[in-house]
T-cell receptor
Framework: DTGVSQDPRHKITKRGQNVTFRCDPI?????LYWYRQTLGQGPEFLTY????????KSRLLSDRFSAERPKGSFSTLEIQRTEQGDSAMYLC??????????????FGPGTRLTVL | GQNIDQPTEMTATEGAIVQINCTYQ??????LFWYQQHAGEAPTFLSY??LDGLEEKGRFSSFLSRSKGYSYLLLKELQMKDSASYLC??????????WGAGTKLIIKP
């Protein structure tokens, strides 16, 4: 396992459609994070899992957003009834108490969503 | 509220030295991270400070003053490949990362 992977890398959809993204963390990491990033901004926290438990959700995460991590391994992020304002890069990161030297988060390559 | 400030953009010359500043106000402090992000790519970890002082790592150094809520990233012997955004992030009392908007560094020959 060489790192965090995300699928798809790019997604173009029409407004009103539903989309689902997948993240596979580094296998021994028990923490998984979803962020949203728009051009010229830092990552905005969306939600966080420790194992299969979703421990925190940002106020940014409207009712149209849902995330799961059913077996404490991969995670999915679903956006229902997409809006043009949802266009962004969606980043996944993972970590654990023993990850790296400083428990730093390791990021996947991101999924770029474009809503037309 | 929680806030992290860093300059939006900086320009430097190849071979020179540049210092990127970051000031923060957060609920609790459990370390400060610097990440590098090339355009269209994911952030990659550069450095970490939790105690006051300077951490050196090759051409990159990072400094922290907790009493001033201040950090800087120092890049020496700049190379064209250093053109990227540099993100400052603080781990707060909930062990979550609070991110700055990033500083876009442009290197000119």
């Amino acid at each position: 396992d060489t790192g965090v992977s995300q699928d798809p890398r790019h997604k173009i959809t029409k407004r009103g459609q539903n989309v689902t993204f997948r993240c596979d963390p580094i296998s021994e990491h028990n923490r998984l994070y979803w962020y949203r990033q728009t051009l010229g901004q830092g990552p905005e926290f969306l939600t966080y899992f420790q194992n299969e438990a979703q421990l925190e959700k940002s106020r940014l995460l409207s009712d149209r957003f849902s995330a799961e991590r059913p077996k404490g391994s991969f995670s999915t992020l679903e956006i229902q009834r997409t809006e043009q304002g949802d266009s962004a890069m969606y980043l996944c990161a993972s970590s654990s108490l023993n990850s790296g030297r400083y428990n730093e988060q390791f990021f996947g390559p991101g999924t770029r969503l474009t809503v037309l | 509220g929680q806030n992290i400030d860093q300059p939006t953009e900086m320009t430097a010359t190849e071979g020179a030295i540049v210092q990127i500043n970051c000031t923060y106000q957060t609920s609790g402090f459990n370390g400060l991270f610097w990440y590098q992000q090339h355009a269209g790519e994911a952030p990659t970890f550069l450095s970490y400070n939790v105690l006051d002082g300077l951490e050196e790592k090759g051409r990159f150094s990072s400094f922290l003053s907790r009493s001033k809520g201040y950090s800087y990233l120092l890049l020496k012997e700049l190379q064209m490949k250093d053109s990227a955004s540099y993100l400052c992030a603080v781990r707060d009392s909930n062990y979550q990362l609070i991110w700055g908007a990033g500083t876009k560094l442009i290197i000119k020959p």
